[in-house]
């Protein structure tokens, strides 16, 4: 009898030359962590009466597309993959040597549509390769006391199990660590946050049509919205964190979240989002425990933010080795 360890998991990914056309082999590697993938058939039930008090009586396979959702630590070599597929603006590189920055926003242009990638996942058993993927939302949470996370759902074709398996290239970089992120609101860097949590979602869904078929036409990727929640010390109203009074006065401060990898200043990654808006803040008084301030806000699209034309809620920058462009 067949077991395989999940330990086994690996995770790659490739942007498209072509939408939807799947590339062959990854060109970069996810350590990941609770990785799954899910082929979500839609099943088509016969319940239609035939003078007896059953109730279905066939069933035939509808329309498909498949998913595939993980968690990975941030990693210089990955994390800019998954923001750029989020945002889907083009990658503006700057720098004359390392470290290269480089710059998204989002995309309003063209069909403003982000670069599509293949997705592959060896579960220890066989590879499956996920063509036209589109991530739904990545999560970004960012711990003190902790390593800073993404989690990711990736929507695409149905996946195919590949005949040729490609060799694993897995990453050779460190994570990061939360205690090594700067946070700025309203242009005060402030010392007194324990988390940030920031969601990037788009209204992604499948596009089917009558083509002989099961698998969609395309994956589209719709709207864009960036929420957030900060969880700070709190020091009353006229102090430090502001969030309560922002959220009382409805102040829309800019928010800046800087990580950098330990022992390096150099490379990093960093959320922009000039314009914040307070939906909640409220005083946390658990017991035995200092006060705290926990607030959830949402990031306004506005021009700052918006480095290819339009307006923007938020512009990602990541700071590497590499000078190509994504």
Not at 90 to 110: C, E, I, Q
Not at 188 to 193: F, S
Not at 234 to 247: E, K, R, S, V
């Amino acid at each position: 009898m067949a077991v395989f360890p999940a330990n086994l998991t690996w995770v790659g990914l490739a942007k498209e030359t072509v939408p939807g056309t799947a590339e062959a082999a990854p060109t970069v590697w996810i350590p990941v962590l609770d990785p799954k993938w899910t082929p979500v058939q839609t099943m088509l039930k016969d319940d239609a009466l035939r003078g007896t008090m059953a109730t279905t009586f066939q069933q035939v396979q509808g329309v498909r597309y498949d998913t595939i959702d993980y968690k990975s630590y941030f990693y210089l070599d990955s994390l800019v993959h998954h923001v750029r597929n989020l945002l889907g603006g083009t990658d503006t590189v700057t720098g004359s040597a390392d470290p290269w920055t480089h710059a998204f926003s989002l995309k309003n242009t063209g069909d403003a549509q982000p670069p599509s990638y293949t997705a592959f996942l060896f579960n220890g058993s066989e590879c499956w390769q996920m063509a036209g993927s589109q991530l739904v939302q990545g999560e970004f949470d960012i711990p003190a006391e902790g390593a800073p996370t993404g989690s990711y759902q990736w929507m695409g074709f149905p996946a195919v199990k590949m005949v040729s398996v490609p060799t694993n290239t897995p990453t050779a970089l460190k994570p990061w660590a939360g205690w090594n992120t700067t946070v700025t609101l309203a242009g005060t860097q402030a010392m007194v946050y324990s988390s940030v949590k920031l969601t990037i979602k788009r209204e992604t869904a499948p596009i089917h049509t009558a083509d002989g078929t099961q698998a969609p036409y395309a994956i589209f990727a719709g709207p864009i919205t960036v929420t957030g929640e900060l969880t700070g010390v709190y020091q009353g109203l006229a102090g430090a964190p502001t969030d309560l009074a922002n959220y009382l006065a409805n102040t829309q401060p800019a928010l800046i979240v800087q990580v950098n990898p330990v022992g390096d200043t150099t490379h990093f990654a960093k959320w922009q989002m000039s314009v914040v808006a307070y939906d909640e803040s409220a005083i946390n008084g658990q017991a035995g425990k200092y006060l705290e301030v926990e607030s959830k806000f949402e990031a306004l699209a506005n021009s700052t933010d918006a480095a290819g034309g339009g307006q923007s809620p938020l512009k990602f920058s990541l700071a590497n080795t590499a000078a190509t462009a994504l």
